[in-house]
């Protein structure tokens, strides 16, 4: 594990945090208040994370098994920062500038992709949660900052107007952390006398969907999360039957107007596909350091001249997927600075940014599956076993690359507004 964490260091360049016993921290790439805050508070969590990486790896087998975050693990997660590091100042929270946030995700995904997606749901609802009513989110954040919350951004339910706010039914799927969440959220079509609402564009164009909050303990949990890769993040369905939701437990996702002044809590809908990325990274980065393990291990496989360290193929083909992997980050990095200046900016809006933002996350997303396929069959027969951790980045990664949010289908937006530019 300390391996994976130097060629980690190696992989990021100069943008690091500095080493536990240093008495300073390099500053993030960009800052708005306290420019330093940000970096000195993400190296305490890396450094956390260090120590805990050993454990997480040790238990990765029964992460798999059980399909879910074991609690324990969770709770030592939200002792050192991870699902508070994106909460607002307000509310005892870090509020992690989104570049230095992205470095915790990639490294925890680094260690075990589960792992990595489990923070990245967990600390980037705190980026949505301030679209609720102030008074449902003062309630939903009373008792601490480190609220976790599972979200499902498919209309997958009906909300009819009663007495007393609106009744709600529905199943939602993929709605990772949901064993561990405090607080759950869906989406839904809003109805009254059971005919859908209007929504902005009025009867030409979509019914009205409006995102509703509840506590944990009022939904169901469906056992279906039986899946090819990220089978530790829980993703379950969730149902709702007839429940009464008051009007204040309900938002506008993703446009609504956010009760929180900071950069961070202005555009969600632009940071889905760049988070995605740095979970993308982090396992890409966990596969490259597997097989360079392996190959430094002395292994020679059937039939081979040498053994892999001294083979010039597996030589090449390491540097060409260090490469591929070095690019990845790089793309995520730059990505992760634009969109967040545009935040300390107030510009971060607008469908070009928006687009921006997903071409480069399906990008990343498509790099990072061949690249770990390609760690994966240069493993060798010995990737195929389930101890192998190769095969389990494999299975991860094109879990991840499957999201809505990085399919191919949406670089058709990049590709039209590219032809609309005026040169």
Not at 70 to 96: N, Q
Not at 203 to 216: E, I, K, N, T
Not at 323 to 332: P, T
């Amino acid at each position: 594990m300390q391996k994976l964490m130097k060629q980690s260091d190696a992989l990021h360049g100069p943008n690091r945090p500095a080493h536990r016993g240093h008495q300073t921290a390099t500053q993030p790439p960009s800052g708005k208040e306290s420019p330093g805050r940000s970096a000195v508070a993400a190296g305490r969590i890396l450094d956390a994370i260090r120590d805990l990486a050993p454990a997480v790896v040790a238990r990765a087998a029964e992460i798999e098994a059980e399909r879910r975050m074991p609690s324990d693990l969770i709770e030592k997660l939200r002792l050192i920062g991870v699902f508070r590091m994106f909460a607002p100042h307000s509310r005892g929270g870090l509020e992690l500038d989104l570049p230095w946030g992205m470095e915790v995700i990639s490294a925890l995904a680094r260690i075990d992709g589960s792992v990595g997606w489990t923070a990245m749901i967990g600390s980037s609802s705190a980026i949505i949660s301030p679209r609720l009513p102030r008074q449902t989110y003062d309630l939903m954040y009373q008792d601490k900052s480190d609220v976790i919350i599972a979200g499902v951004t498919t209309p997958g339910g009906t909300a009819e107007r009663v007495a007393g706010g609106w009744r709600v039914s529905g199943r939602w799927p993929f709605a990772s952390c949901c064993h561990n969440a405090d607080w759950m959220m869906a989406l839904c079509v809003m109805s009254e006398a059971g005919k859908p609402l209007f929504g902005p564009a009025g009867d030409a164009g979509p019914p009205l969907v409006r995102c509703v909050a509840l506590p944990a303990s009022a939904w169901q949990i469906e056992d279906t999360w039986h899946a090819s890769g990220l089978r530790g993040t829980g993703s379950h369905h969730i149902a709702l039957q007839n429940v009464l939701a008051p009007e204040t437990n309900f938002f506008d996702f993703p446009a609504g107007a956010s009760c929180e002044p900071g950069p961070l809590y202005q555009a969600w809908r632009h940071l889905q596909s760049v988070l995605l990325g740095a979970v993308c990274v982090g396992i890409a980065e966990g596969a490259l350091s597997d097989v360079t393990d392996l190959a430094r291990s002395g292994r020679q496989q059937l039939r081979a001249p040498a053994p892999m360290r001294d083979s010039e193929m597996v030589q090449a083909e390491l540097g060409r997927i260090e490469a591929d992997v070095r690019a990845a980050r790089a793309a995520m990095q730059v990505q992760a600075e634009s969109h967040w200046r545009h935040a300390l900016a107030d510009t971060l809006n607008g469908q070009a940014l928006y687009t921006h933002g997903i071409q480069t996350g399906i990008w990343i997303a498509t790099i990072c599956a061949s690249a770990a396929h390609a760690c994966f069959t240069l493993a060798g027969g010995a990737a195929v076993y389930e101890s192998s951790p190769l095969q389990r980045r494999l299975r991860d990664l094109q879990a991840a690359a499957q999201h809505a949010m990085v399919q191919q289908r949406h670089y058709a937006e990049a590709g039209r507004l590219l032809l609309e530019r005026v040169v």
